[in-house]
């Protein structure tokens, strides 16, 4: 079976800090991997996606995560975090069957202090 | 080029009645997929359409059923509601070929009372 794990519920951070929320994965086949934003009373935005191809993943928003098999994660990070950065990220990772189905981690909320 | 598109945005039902919720995959997308979020929590798939059929379930009980339409829309029907049904339903499509690669709508949420 695949999981996710985000580890912090929350992070807070200043503004023009790094950004760094940890995602790790439990997989038994390659997996497809993902992360999501998601505003308040919003729908999730893609931000990037890892599918197999180079390791490290540049997304929307100066967002980027480099998947590392040996340590089994997806790590998001930003060199200068944005007080619109605010916002639930979600990592998500499918399982490999017809349906892709993303399997979600329980979010980790971004504060971005002044 | 218009994204997924939901309809309602919220709606309020009573516990034991039943809801439509619907959605409108983007252009050129063929395969729509439901998520349940509740509050706090990350999203949960419910099932996937693709070409009309149900390809794919999770693990939710068959109160909750949905279509696919020939223009690729969807609706989930949820009969016999719970209060713990109370959630925002978020609807996904994928274009053809990348059925991993899913795109969110903004929502319904639903509030069971």
């Known amino acids: 079976a695949q999981s996710v794990t985000q580890l912090g519920s929350h992070v807070s951070v200043s503004e023009g800090a790094l950004v760094l929320l940890r995602c790790n994965y439990s997989s038994s086949v390659p997996p497809y991997l993902f992360w999501y934003v998601q505003y308040p009373n919003q729908g999730l935005q893609l931000l990037l996606k890892?599918?197999?191809?180079?390791?490290l993943v540049k997304g929307i928003n100066g967002f980027e995560a480099e998947f590392k098999k040996s340590e089994t994660s997806f790590h998001l990070t930003k060199p200068s975090a944005h007080m619109s950065d605010a916002a639930e990220y979600f990592c998500a990772v499918t399982r490999m069957d017809s349906s892709y189905k993303l399997i979600f981690g329980s979010g980790t909320r971004l504060l971005v202090r002044p | 080029e218009t994204g997924v598109t939901q309809s309602p945005t919220h709606l309020i039902k009573t516990r034991g009645q039943q809801v439509t919720l619907r959605c409108s995959s983007q252009s050129g997308h063929n395969t729509v997929s439901w998520y349940q979020q509740a509050l706090g929590q990350g999203p949960q798939f419910i099932f996937q359409y693709y070409r009309e059929e149900e390809n794919g379930r999770g693990n939710f009980p068959p109160r909750f059923s949905g279509l696919q339409f020939p223009n690729y829309s969807s609706e989930l029907n949820v009969n016999a509601l719970e209060l713990d049904d109370s959630a925002l339903y978020l609807c996904a499509s994928s274009p053809p070929g990348t059925p991993s690669e899913q795109y969110f709508g903004p929502g319904t949420r639903l509030t069971v009372t």
């Open positions: 890892y599918t197999s191809a180079a390791t």
